[in-house]
């Protein structure tokens, strides 16, 4: 049951598509009526050979009696057949089978069934046929070049004579032999010659340089990995719109001046196929260039006609046959004509001084011209150069307005952009002249004096100077106390009950020096006497260290250097206001008190009130815990 289902189905599929094959036939039919309808009242039909085989039953329909094939030598002979209508009667071919034959991939089908020959090459060699007498497209002599292939050719002459031959060129054809060998190209299976491309190329910028245009240029080469070298160098150089093309891609075309790589210098390859060089020979109007090994191609192919013709009529060396157009008879090198322009320049009236450039417009002229400012000075520039564009060097001399002092500038720039720069003639406050520029604000040197600084090093070592002689001094009354100490018992003294008027006095030059922060005591106790040999010489040591200015800065913890050195000078009273928080080990230099042993203890007391009592016991009585300060 299952399979009756299936099979049924397979039935009902294959029907549909029957019947829709059969409509889209039917349709089919239809568009071709229509068209035919159209196309019977038309006098020509055009249409490529594979357009006809598609439109075979269209063809069949309009039955045209008339059949032209253009380009005929290079359809395939089955390829035309399959397309000609059955009612046809008159079968008219148009082509040229000494040029390219058709195109076949199969090498045995070329070569033992002979599948490249067209229809109208085989007919043509049995058949009567007409064959144009007059070519109207290249010069004259061009033709010689062919003339084994159409010996009977001539030249419409009224046609052809505005094909100028290349002016920077000294003859109209040329071949530009060389052995340099081919290599494989990268790109491909295909071949390349370098040397080729180098020669190419400099002969395209030649022509560039006496005016021809990059589209009136077509570069022909017989192999794709060539083609390709070539196409990159111009893109390399941004060389835009030259033609460039295999030679079997180019028949049927043509252009004023034809470049040819021939590519191989030791094979031949299908450079023998006569039918290529019919093509590579015949596609120039004005000048026509061959780029190869001229003894390989003359060694007997059907190249050798022309190598031959080329060589009677010295149109074929190992140098090409640059000319100047403008100089006659000059020396051209490889960078071009080596004369002077000497061509006058329209724009300005001058002769042109720059290297012969050829057709190319004058570059910009350089001579020499003398003109005048707006502010009247005279001056020299380049004729090229527009006097806008150009700014008055000569040196002025302005003098300023505030000061009177005179200097100089460019003509151009403006008195308001310059300030003087002469040194200040004022004295500061402090009676030194001014270090500072003229137009510079003196207030600014104020604190900055040189003259001062100078003299304040020059006091700083002097006191450097007393400072080292003190210490030295010291430094001997320590080491004699220090003997002295070693056959005395070890003992301290200190007097902590000072007589009043000795106390009042001490303590009003302390208080002088030392603020009232906070909650804070200070205890001022007198060393009268020392014999602890360890406590002396930390004493002494301490005495040193005051007595060196460069250590003072240091004395102080948690305060700033700057801010160390002006408590060492002046006390601590303008700094109450900053609320300095000072430990019971700090050292103080109190240089203003009497020269006697002084103790100073600065206790504080901003800690908790069951503490207070510890830290007061502390500073009163743990004496060896202190830095000492001298004198």
Same mark, same amino acid.
């Given at each position: 049951m299952a399979r009756s289902t299936e099979e049924d189905v397979h039935t009902e599929v294959g029907d549909f598509v029957d019947r829709q094959s059969q409509k889209l036939s039917e349709l089919n039919e239809l568009e071709a009526q229509v068209n035919a309808t159209v196309i019977e009242h038309a006098s020509v039909v055009g249409m +490529? +050979? +594979?357009? !006809?085989a598609i439109n075979a039953a269209l063809i069949n329909m309009i039955s045209p009696k008339i059949i032209i094939v253009e380009e005929a030598a290079e359809i395939l002979e089955a390829q035309l057949l399959a397309v000609l209508p059955t009612d046809a009667q008159h079968l008219i071919m148009i082509g040229d089978h000494q040029q390219l034959r058709p195109q076949v991939q199969c090498d045995v089908l070329k070569r033992s069934h002979k599948m490249d020959v067209s229809m109208f090459e085989r007919l043509i060699k049995r058949l009567p046929h007409n064959q144009l007498g007059y070519q109207c497209r290249m010069r004259e002599e061009f033709v010689e070049l062919i003339r084994p292939l159409y010996p009977s050719l001539g030249t419409h002459h009224e046609l052809v004579k505005q094909n100028t031959a290349p002016s920077c060129i000294a003859t109209s054809m040329f071949f530009w032999t060389h052995t340099n060998h081919e290599q494989q190209s990268e790109h491909s299976r295909s071949w390349k010659?370098?040397?080729?491309? /180098?020669r190419i190329i400099q002969v395209v910028q030649w022509l560039l340089q006496y005016g021809y245009e990059t589209k009136k240029i077509t570069i022909l080469t017989s192999y794709k990995g060539q083609l390709l070298e070539i196409r990159s160098k111009l893109k390399q150089l941004k060389i835009e719109g030259t033609v460039t093309s295999t030679i079997d891609r180019y028949q049927g075309d043509e252009n004023d001046i034809v470049l040819v790589s021939l590519v191989r210098t030791s094979k031949l390859g299908f450079l023998a196929e006569p039918n290529r060089m019919c093509v590579a020979a015949? /596609?120039?109007r004005c000048g026509v260039y061959f780029f190869g090994n001229a003894v390989l191609l003359g060694s007997g192919c059907c190249w050798k006609d022309l190598i031959s013709h080329m060589k009677s009529n010295k149109l074929c060396s190992t140098s090409f046959p640059f000319v100047c157009p403008v100089h006659v008879g000059s020396r051209v090198g490889r960078d071009g004509c080596t004369l002077i322009c000497n061509g006058l320049i329209s724009t300005c009236g001058h002769v042109c001084q720059s290297l012969c450039h050829g057709q190319k417009a004058h570059p910009q002229c350089k001579q020499t011209v003398k003109f005048k400012f707006p502010c009247g000075h005279i001056s020299s520039r380049k004729c090229y150069q527009k006097e806008k564009d150009l700014y008055c060097q000569q040196t002025v001399s302005e003098t300023h307005a505030a000061c009177g002092h005179v200097f100089t500038r460019k003509c151009f720039r403006s008195p308001s952009e310059f300030t003087c720069d002469l040194r200040c003639? /004022?004295?500061?406050? &402090?009676?030194?002249?001014c270090p500072l520029k003229c137009s510079e604000d003196c207030s600014a040197a104020v604190s900055g004096c040189t003259m001062c600084a100078e003299q304040r090093k020059i006091e700083m070592k002097r006191q450097q100077e007393e400072n080292r002689r003190k210490v030295e001094l010291l430094r001997r009354e320590r080491e004699e106390s220090l003997k002295r100490l070693k056959q005395k018992p070890t003992s301290i003294r200190i007097v902590s009950r000072l007589q009043a008027d000795l106390w009042s006095d001490m303590q009003h030059q302390v208080s002088q020096f030392l603020p009232t922060v906070g909650r804070s005591s200070v205890i001022v106790s007198v060393i009268s006497e020392i014999n602890n040999s360890r406590l002396l010489e930390s004493w002494l040591t301490a005495r040193?260290?005051?007595?060196?200015?460069?250590?003072?800065?240091?004395r102080f913890k948690l305060?700033?250097?700057?801010?160390?050195?002006?408590?060492? /000078? #002046?006390g601590l009273t303008a700094f109450a206001q900053k609320d300095w928080n000072f430990t019971a080990q700090s050292l103080i230099p109190l240089t203003q008190l009497d020269s006697r042993f002084t103790l100073v203890r600065f206790a504080v007391l901003q800690v908790k009130p069951r503490r207070r009592r !510890?830290?007061?016991?502390? &500073?009163? #009585? *743990?004496?060896?815990?202190?830095?000492?300060? !001298? *004198?």
């Open positions: +490529t +050979t +594979t357009g !006809a010659n370098p040397e080729e491309v /180098r015949s /596609r120039a003639e /004022r004295l500061l406050s &402090c009676g030194h002249p040193l260290a005051i007595q060196d200015g460069g250590m003072v800065l240091y305060v700033p250097d700057k801010d160390s050195d002006h408590i060492a /000078r #002046t !510890a830290v007061q016991q502390s &500073c009163n #009585t *743990e004496v060896d815990n202190f830095n000492i300060a !001298a *004198e």
